[in-house]
């Protein structure tokens, strides 16, 4: 894989799902796929859009609480 843009692709996810006013575990859920494509994805700037896919719904955010 190619970690160039992981971080860029994070924030683009999370940016995303703030404008389309999703909920934060969606919004978390999408960046952490997204950015995980980006790495899948051979070439630098680009994402693998099939991973993406298949990430989303098996990335879970779950609320820790606070000790």
Do not use: H, K
Request: overall charge negative; hydrophobic content about 45%.
């Amino acid at each position: 894989g190619n970690p160039t843009g992981a971080g860029d692709s994070a924030v683009a996810g999370l940016l995303s799902a703030l404008v389309e006013r999703l909920p934060w575990p969606a919004r978390l859920t999408r960046a952490v796929a997204l950015s995980t494509a980006t790495v899948l994805s051979p070439v630098a700037g680009e994402f693998d859009a099939v991973a993406y896919g298949e990430l989303l719904s098996r990335v879970r955010v779950t609320e820790q609480p606070a000790q």
